[in-house]
């Protein structure tokens, strides 16, 4: 069944040049995309994540400037109850003399007084039982119990100072201060998104309570003077905060930080404003930040919506002497500016990266075109190699910029030509190898032929040599023969040497030991006098599993024949040796004449020389050459003629005996021979 997908046809036909510009914007496009959609995420988490712990130190300082406050009571407390005046009064109480304690009582809760001394809105003298001595709020009544209070419970019962925030019952502030009443009256009102309380109005106040204990010189005590400020529609502390934290910073006429404190979940004291510009006193909480801080009694930072906005918030519980939870202090940043920030940096993410695809499709287009051009050129370089042109290369003209690619054909190009020569040496390699295994096989069969006759024809010239007279010319002529004959067997011998392995021991050697010895047999020789020797031998080669005497033949052989090579003009002789891999390596090179290029390929068949009549057999090579594939080695050999030779031998390290080697040498190839040798 043949399956047509058509919605892929009109993209299937568009031309290689539409189609790249259609991937380069395809491409930018979702880069672009993608970068938007993290860029926004960035700038978002950046921004709540910096606010959220701005919002977390102005916190901090908002319970600084309200401990603070708290300690400033205390302090005018115990500054007021240390008085010498005071202490006498108490003693012989006289009422008339406390009256100087009214001054403390503030008639407006915005005044404060400079230094360390501040307005209170109520002081009271208590009596060691618990019972009211005087107030100076409300100086005529007294005698009611105070120990409901536990800020003035704890000063009696420890007799140590005590500071605290408190709730106290709106008839006990108006107790403490009538003029308090209507101030400590505050209507619960819900806002949008915030919960709705049962209760319409409170009926307790929020109140900073300290008390300190009165003695006298023997430390009895006298009495405990206690006093306190009136949270409720006092707006000194969170004004403080706005001031000392966001410095009256303002946008859009909006103040830019805010601070609450809170009656349970209700606003007594705030600069937070509502739409008609009022403070939002008995507004209440949302429904997430009460379930957080005042059901679960834990701080609260994140964003929320508070009145009529939303800010960037940090909600802290007040704790009362008794670790009773009983209101919250609030600080928040108003969200917008932050909000206003972000979407104008994603609206400048958002236009850089339209800008970029534009600019994309822009260079995408050209580029496309200098593409499909080089494609072209390309094009004609491949078909010019595949038609066995492989000198192909790129004329710098054409040269459009995509060096890379031009670089990498051409290499390609080389690559093909030089793998083509080295197929083309490798099959006259094979063919060398084919040919000399030939020539193995037939040199044993013959050499086992011609050994016996030649053995007989020895005995049989002794045994006549024994019969003829000292004198005479026919006993010359019978050693002629004899000595003839023992020619043909050491031809015989080196024929079953090229054709078989050596019946040496195979042993672990070290090949620089054997190197060396055989340098020491021909350093003394004539031949190489003039002839300056070089061994530069690796200390780190492992041994080889081998036959000692014949790699000395060998190694003796390759020497001589570099002297050979060298002694008219002299020369050097450089032998090294080194672990390649996990192979062992050793370069014999002279300075010779070398060896004619037509002449290399035959250089390890049997009977084959350069040198004179008379002047070798032609089998020191392929000796040679089967002594070293019999430990599983290959030797080739590179030439130029005029400027010498060097042979190559590579052999495995710590060679383990396969019975398959007993086999002959020829079974196999003998390898890849590099250019030359001698």
């Not at 507004?283 to 929320?304: C, H, Q």
């Not at 004198?471 to 002629?480: F, H, L, Q, S, V």
């Not at 370069?587 to 350069?610: A, K, V």
Request: aromatic share 6%; with cysteine.
């Amino acid at each position: 069944m043949k399956i047509n997908l058509r919605w892929g046809n009109p993209f299937a036909r568009l031309d290689l040049q539409t189609r790249l510009a259609a991937g380069f914007l395809i491409a930018a496009g979702l880069t672009g995309i993608v970068a938007t959609l993290i860029g926004i995420w960035t700038i978002n988490k950046s921004t709540i994540d910096e606010v959220q712990n701005r919002v977390r130190q102005d916190i901090n300082t908002a319970k600084l400037i309200y401990g603070q406050t708290l300690q400033g009571i205390a302090s005018q407390i115990q500054f007021s109850a240390e008085n010498e005046d005071l202490l006498k009064a108490v003693q012989e109480g006289n009422r008339e003399k406390l009256e100087g304690l009214r001054d403390l009582i503030r008639s407006d809760p915005d005044i404060e007084l400079s230094g360390s001394h501040q307005r209170l809105d109520m002081v009271s003298i208590v009596n060691p039982d618990g019972r009211t001595f005087f107030r100076a709020g409300n100086p005529r009544v007294s005698g009611d119990d105070m120990l409901w209070d536990s800020v003035v419970r704890r000063c009696i019962e420890t007799r140590m100072p005590q500071a605290s925030t408190e709730l106290m019952p709106i008839e006990k502030i108006r107790l403490e201060n009538p003029s308090l009443a209507e101030r400590a009256d505050i209507d619960i009102v819900a806002t949008p998104r915030s919960i709705e309380l049962k209760d319409k109005r409170l009926n307790e106040g929020m109140v900073m309570r300290a008390a300190y204990p009165i003695k006298d010189r023997n430390g009895k005590l006298l009495g405990i003077l206690t006093g306190g400020v009136l949270l409720s529609r006092d707006n000194g502390i969170v004004d403080k905060v706005r001031e000392t934290v966001y410095h009256g910073e303002k946008y859009y006429g909006h103040d830019m930080g805010v601070a609450t404190i809170f009656q349970g979940g209700v606003r007594i004291a705030t600069n937070v404003m509502t739409r008609e510009n009022r403070r939002a006193i008995g507004t209440t909480l949302s429904k997430e930040v009460y379930d957080r801080v005042i059901l679960e009694g834990k701080d609260w930072v994140g964003r929320a919506f508070v009145v009529n906005d939303w800010y960037i918030t940090t909600y802290t519980p007040i704790y009362n002497i008794d670790r009773k939870l009983i209101g919250i202090l609030y600080t928040g940043i108003l969200e917008a500016k932050y909000r206003d920030m972000k979407w104008k940096m994603i609206w400048i993410n958002m236009g850089i990266t339209s800008l970029g695809m534009v600019v994309a499709l822009i260079i995408s287009l050209g580029l496309g075109r200098r593409i499909i051009r080089r494609i072209r050129i390309l094009t004609r370089a491949a078909q010019a190699i595949a038609s066995g042109d492989l000198d192909y290369h790129f004329s710098p003209s054409k040269i459009s910029g995509f060096n890379i690619l031009d670089e990498a054909f051409s290499n390609m190009s080389k690559s093909l030509k030089d793998r083509d020569e080295r197929l083309q040496k490798l099959h006259e390699q094979l063919m060398s190898s084919a040919k000399l295994s030939a020539l193995g096989q037939m040199a044993a069969g013959v050499a086992h032929e011609i050994n016996n006759p030649l053995g007989g024809i020895l005995l049989y010239s002794n045994l006549v040599l024994e019969d003829i007279p000292e004198e005479g010319t026919a006993r010359d002529n019978m050693k002629k023969i004899i000595n003839q004959t023992n020619r043909c067997k050491t031809i015989v011998q080196g024929l079953l040497d090229f054709a078989r392995k050596p019946t040496g021991k195979m042993a672990p050697l070290q090949i620089n030991d054997v190197i060396r010895a055989a340098l020491d047999l021909i350093k003394d020789q004539s031949v190489f006098h003039g002839v300056r020797v070089d061994a530069r031998l690796a200390e780190n080669i492992p041994d080889i599993e081998g036959d000692t005497s014949s790699l000395e033949q060998v190694f003796l052989n390759l020497f001589i024949n570099a002297g050979d090579a060298m002694k008219e003009k002299g020369g050097e002789l450089k032998i090294t040796t080194e672990l390649s891999g996990e192979r062992i390596l050793v370069r014999i090179s002279d300075t010779g004449q070398g060896i004619e290029r037509e002449y290399l390929p035959h250089i390890f068949e049997p009977f084959f020389t350069t040198k004179g009549p008379g002047q070798g057999t032609g089998l020191g090579l392929s000796i040679a050459y089967g002594v070293i594939r019999s430990h599983n080695g290959t030797i080739d050999a590179e030439s130029t003629p005029g400027k010498g030779t060097t042979f190559v031998i590579s052999l495995p390290p710590g060679m383990v005996r396969d019975p398959a080697s007993d086999r002959q040498v020829f079974d196999g190839l003998p390898g890849i021979m590099s250019e030359g040798a001698q």
